[in-house]
C-alpha cells in the first residue's frame, strides 16, 4: 500500500511523464511546449531500447503536433500496399490493395523501428524544454495527506520525483495504474504475446519479390496461421530486412504448450510467403506483451494527481481490419499534455481538475474509435473466426475457381450451403458472427 508523504517541500517538477515511448513523449512535448517543468522518465538506457516492434505506424496523428514530420521522423518505408490474407494450412485468400497516393505526402503509414522512432520523439519533447532520465524506473507512488498521488519512487537509492501531476505511461501490465487501484479487474485474458523475427535480406531483393520501388512497402496481415491458437499474423517491409511474427492470446498459447517460435517457423513455411522469405538470414527475435481487450479492459483513466495513457490504458486497436497502436497513443499522450497544462494553470490536478481529459479523448478519435469496435475484439478470437471463416472463405474460392468440366459448374449460392455444410456450421451462428460484424464495422 502507498504510503503517504507529508513533507512541504516544493515540488521537483509541474509535470512527471513515466515512459518515453510514443505517449510519454507526446505528453511531455505537450506539456513542455505549455510552459510546464517537465520530467520524462525512461527506464531503458535510451528510448526504445524496451521496446518490440513489428511495425506500421500511422503518424497523420502527428500533422498538428509535429507538422512536416515526415521530413524528419525516422521511417524504413511508407506503406503503399496493404494486404489481409485469411489462410488454411495450404491455401490463402488475400484483399491486396495499393495505391500511389500513400507513397507522397501527406503519407498514410510507414514501417519503421521502434529503437529509431522513440529516441526521435523523445528528443522532440527534449527540444521544447522537457528533461529526459534514463536508466531509471518508477517503482511506486508518493501520496500527500490527502491520498492525492504527488509523486513517484525509483529505483535510485533514497530517489523520489515529485509534481502535483503524473502521466502513466509505463505501458501494458502499468504497475503504477495498479498501484492507483484504476484496474480494479485485470485479466491476462486481455493480453497478447507479439513475438517477431526480423529478417535481412538486400533491398534490390525486396523490391523485386515484392513489387515495390523505392521506399515504397508492404503491410501484410494473417488470419488462420497460427494453429488454432487465437490471433493472427503479420509481414511488414524494411528498407533492407522483412519483420514477420505472430500476436497470440497468453493464456491460450499457454494452455497449448507451444513456443511462439514454432508459430513463427509455421507462418514461415506457408506456401503464400514462404517465397517472400527464401535465403533471409535471422538478424533478431523479440517478443512484447500487447494490451488486446479493447474499450472494455480499459482501466480508469484518471485520478486525484495522474492520468493514464498509451499502451499503459490498453489504448491499442486489435480490430482486424485495423491494428493500430502507435497512433492512439500519440494522441493520447498530447491530450494528456494539454491537459496537464489547464489543470497546473489552474492550480487543480484533482480529479474533477482533470476532467479535461476526458473531453479531450472524446472529443478525437481516441475513445470513440475503441467504443465503436468494442466488440471487435471477442469476434476476432472466437474459434469460428480463428479456423472455420478462413477455411470456409477459401474452400469457397477455390471451388468457384477449379473447373469442374465436363460436370455443370455449380453456383455461388450452391457452394455457400455445401462450404456451411461441410464446415459442420450453423446458419444461426454464422448469422450472429455476421450482425456482430456488421454493428462492430459498419
Known amino acids: 500500500m502507498t504510503q503517504p508523504d507529508v513533507r512541504n517541500d516544493p515540488p521537483d517538477f509541474d509535470v512527471v511523464v513515466v515512459g518515453a515511448g510514443p505517449a510519454g513523449s507526446a505528453a511531455a512535448l505537450t506539456a513542455a511546449r505549455g510552459g510546464l517543468r517537465v520530467c520524462l522518465l525512461e527506464r531503458g538506457p535510451f528510448p526504445g531500447s524496451k521496446n518490440m516492434y513489428g511495425g506500421v505506424v500511422y503518424p497523420r496523428v502527428l500533422d498538428a503536433l509535429l507538422p512536416q514530420w515526415w521530413e524528419r521522423m525516422p521511417v524504413q518505408r511508407w506503406v503503399t500496399r496493404r494486404a489481409t490474407m485469411l489462410a488454411t494450412e495450404t491455401q490463402a485468400l488475400t484483399v491486396d490493395y495499393r495505391t500511389e497516393a500513400w507513397s507522397r505526402p501527406p503519407y498514410n503509414g510507414a514501417t519503421a523501428y521502434r529503437a529509431e522512432l522513440d529516441p526521435w520523439l523523445a528528443q522532440q519533447a527534449v527540444d521544447a524544454g522537457a528533461i529526459l532520465v534514463t536508466g531509471t524506473t518508477a517503482v511506486g507512488l508518493l501520496r500527500d495527506g490527502r491520498g492525492r498521488v504527488h509523486g513517484v519512487r525509483t529505483d535510485r537509492p533514497d530517489s523520489t520525483l515529485t509534481a502535483p501531476l503524473i502521466i502513466a505511461c509505463d505501458g501494458v501490465n502499468s504497475f503504477l495504474a495498479k498501484e492507483a487501484g484504476l484496474y480494479p479487474?485485470?485479466?491476462?485474458?486481455?493480453?497478447?504475446?507479439?513475438?517477431?523475427?526480423?529478417?535481412?535480406?538486400?533491398?534490390?531483393?525486396?523490391?523485386?519479390?515484392?513489387?515495390?520501388?523505392?521506399?515504397?512497402?508492404?503491410?501484410?496481415?494473417?488470419?488462420?496461421?497460427?494453429?488454432?491458437?487465437?490471433?493472427?499474423?503479420?509481414?511488414?517491409?524494411?528498407?533492407?530486412?522483412?519483420?514477420?511474427?505472430?500476436?497470440?492470446?497468453?493464456?491460450?498459447?499457454?494452455?497449448?504448450?507451444?513456443?511462439?517460435?514454432?508459430?513463427?517457423?509455421?507462418?514461415?513455411?506457408?506456401?503464400?510467403?514462404?517465397?517472400?522469405?527464401?535465403?533471409?538470414?535471422?538478424?533478431?527475435?523479440?517478443?512484447?506483451?500487447?494490451?488486446?481487450?479493447?474499450?472494455?479492459?480499459?482501466?480508469?483513466?484518471?485520478?486525484?494527481?495522474?492520468?493514464?495513457?498509451?499502451?499503459?490504458?490498453?489504448?491499442?486497436?486489435?480490430?482486424?481490419?485495423?491494428?493500430?497502436?502507435?497512433?492512439?497513443?500519440?494522441a493520447a499522450g498530447a491530450a494528456a499534455g494539454?491537459?496537464?497544462?489547464?489543470?497546473?494553470?489552474?492550480?487543480?490536478?484533482?480529479?474533477?481538475?482533470?476532467?479535461?481529459?476526458?473531453?479531450?479523448?472524446?472529443?478525437?478519435?481516441?475513445?470513440?474509435?475503441?467504443?465503436?469496435?468494442?466488440?471487435?475484439?471477442?469476434?476476432?478470437?472466437?474459434?469460428?473466426?480463428?479456423?472455420?471463416?478462413?477455411?470456409?472463405?477459401?474452400?469457397?474460392?477455390?471451388?468457384?475457381?477449379?473447373?469442374?468440366?465436363?460436370?455443370?459448374?455449380?453456383?455461388?449460392?450452391?457452394?455457400?450451403?455445401?462450404?456451411?455444410?461441410?464446415?459442420?456450421?450453423?446458419?444461426?451462428?454464422?448469422?450472429?458472427?455476421?450482425?456482430?460484424?456488421?454493428?462492430?464495422?459498419?
Open 185 to 330: 479487474s485485470f485479466s491476462a485474458d486481455n493480453i497478447t504475446l507479439g513475438a517477431k523475427e526480423v529478417l535481412g535480406l538486400p533491398k534490390e531483393e525486396i523490391d523485386k519479390r515484392f513489387g515495390v520501388t523505392g521506399r515504397e512497402g508492404v503491410d501484410i496481415e494473417m488470419l488462420g496461421v497460427t494453429g488454432g491458437i487465437p490471433g493472427g499474423g503479420f509481414l511488414y517491409t524494411n528498407l533492407d530486412s522483412i519483420s514477420i511474427g505472430v500476436v497470440v492470446s497468453v493464456t491460450a498459447l499457454a494452455r497449448a504448450k507451444v513456443r511462439p517460435e514454432e508459430l513463427i517457423a509455421r507462418v514461415k513455411r506457408h506456401p503464400a510467403l514462404a517465397g517472400y522469405l527464401r535465403g533471409a538470414r535471422l538478424l533478431e527475435y523479440s517478443a512484447h506483451a500487447i494490451p488486446e481487450g479493447g474499450y472494455d479492459a480499459m482501466p480508469g483513466l484518471v485520478t486525484d494527481g495522474m492520468l493514464v495513457a498509451g499502451d499503459a490504458a490498453a489504448m491499442c486497436l486489435a480490430a482486424g481490419i485495423w491494428l493500430e497502436g502507435v497512433n492512439f497513443a500519440l
Open 338 to 442: 494539454d491537459t496537464a497544462v489547464e489543470a497546473i494553470r489552474a492550480g487543480d490536478t484533482s480529479r474533477m481538475g482533470l476532467a479535461g481529459y476526458h473531453r479531450r479523448l472524446e472529443g478525437g478519435f481516441v475513445l470513440p474509435d475503441h467504443r465503436k469496435l468494442r466488440r471487435a475484439p471477442h469476434l476476432l478470437l472466437s474459434g469460428r473466426m480463428q479456423e472455420v471463416y478462413p477455411r470456409l472463405a477459401c474452400d469457397l474460392v477455390e471451388n468457384m475457381f477449379t473447373v469442374t468440366n465436363p460436370t455443370p459448374k455449380k453456383g455461388l449460392g450452391r457452394l455457400v450451403r455445401q462450404g456451411v455444410g461441410e464446415r459442420g456450421l450453423r446458419w444461426r451462428d454464422l448469422a450472429r458472427d455476421s450482425l456482430t460484424a456488421l454493428r462492430t464495422f459498419g
